[in-house]
């Protein structure tokens, strides 16, 4: 199968559907952390390229509601988050996935169809994720970790903070190829 992963700089879905036998390809305007298939450009100009399946994560900056108290002075930059977000929804792709953390998606253009967290997935963290999904099912847990820690929301400032905070974790992705691939 055909795979994009949308908005990804960090290789690490991209790569979970490599090892199950995909033709994956990450995108973003960033270099890839991780080397392997990626094309650095604008997502945009690849949307038709024939992809099976796309997983699409926008960037968070001017959606995420962990930011609402910034939203006065944002209407503009909402709007093209949101037009975008709409792009990538309507898209000429069969199966697509669309993740975000809570956000004005969900009131803006529709609710997500699942809300996932890291600890459903092996990892002993909580992070609220939404997915909008396109002939896809919902994701269904795989490893379970009970002891949960938010570890997330309490990182520390820092250049990379948006970087960290962003990057897919392993068993989300995991799971991803999984069931999705």
């Avoid at 997983?55 to 002075?73: D, E, M, Q």
């Amino acid at each position: 199968m055909k795979v994009l992963i949308g908005c990804e700089f960090s290789g690490i879905v991209r790569e979970a559907f490599k090892y199950r036998g995909h033709d994956a390809w990450s995108c973003d305007l960033l270099p890839t952390e991780i080397p392997g298939q990626h094309l650095q450009c604008d997502l945009l100009d690849i949307l038709n390229d024939n992809w099976d399946l796309a997983i699409f994560h926008p960037p968070c900056t001017h959606l995420a509601v962990s930011g609402s108290r910034w939203f006065i002075n944002k209407a503009k930059e909402q709007q093209e988050a949101l037009g975008f977000v709409k792009l990538l929804m309507d898209c000429n792709i069969p199966k697509i996935a669309l993740e975000n953390p809570v956000s004005i998606i969900s009131t803006r253009i529709r609710k997500p169809d699942q809300i996932i967290h890291p600890w459903m997935f092996g990892h002993g963290e909580t992070k609220k994720t939404c997915l909008w999904l396109k002939d896809l099912p919902l994701l269904h847990p795989e490893n379970i970790v009970e002891e949960r820690e938010n570890i997330i929301h309490r990182m520390p400032p820092s250049p990379d903070r948006w970087k960290n905070r962003s990057r897919t974790y392993l068993g989300i992705a995991e799971a991803m190829a999984n069931q999705w691939g």
